[in-house]
Nanobody, 123 residues
Framework: QVQLVESGGGLVQAGGSLALSCTAS????????MGWFRQAPGKERELLAV????????YYPDSVKGRFTISKDKAKNTLYLQMSSLKPDDTGVYYC????????????????WGQGIQVTVSS
């Protein structure tokens, strides 16, 4: 089992920046990838960024490419998401995710989730 705890959410004005952190505990040596998802009210959970736990590979969908940066500190078992040029459409609950099977692109196949943290971007 892996436990994930997010921190760093809050309220930010449009155009601003915000950084999220996710600390993992438990069987972190089993992980293959970690990532961030977002769920806006009335919408499905969407992928924001993925990072390989054992290489430098990262992936971003076009919706956040160039604005969001995912990174990790394996020594601290911590995942980060640096967000800039935020828009009101970026508002939602942000979830940290981790998986031991491979790169997590689809929320249906993610094994471990954080509890979620609210990010609100005001216009």
């Amino acid at each position: 089992q892996v436990q994930l705890v997010e921190s760093g959410g809050g309220l930010v004005q449009a155009g601003g920046s915000l950084a999220l952190s996710c600390t993992a505990s438990g069987r972190t040596t089993s992980l293959e990838s970690m990532g961030w998802f977002r769920q806006a009210p009335g919408k499905e959970r969407e992928l924001l960024a993925v990072i390989s736990w054992n290489s430098d590979y990262t992936y971003y969908p076009d919706s956040v490419k160039g604005r969001f940066t995912i990174s990790k500190d394996k020594a601290k078992n911590t995942l980060y998401l640096q967000m800039s040029s935020l828009k009101p459409d970026d508002t939602g609950v942000y979830y940290c995710a981790a998986d031991p099977k491979g790169l997590l692109y689809d929320s249906d196949y993610v094994d471990f989730w954080g509890q979620g943290i609210q990010v609100t971007v005001s216009s």
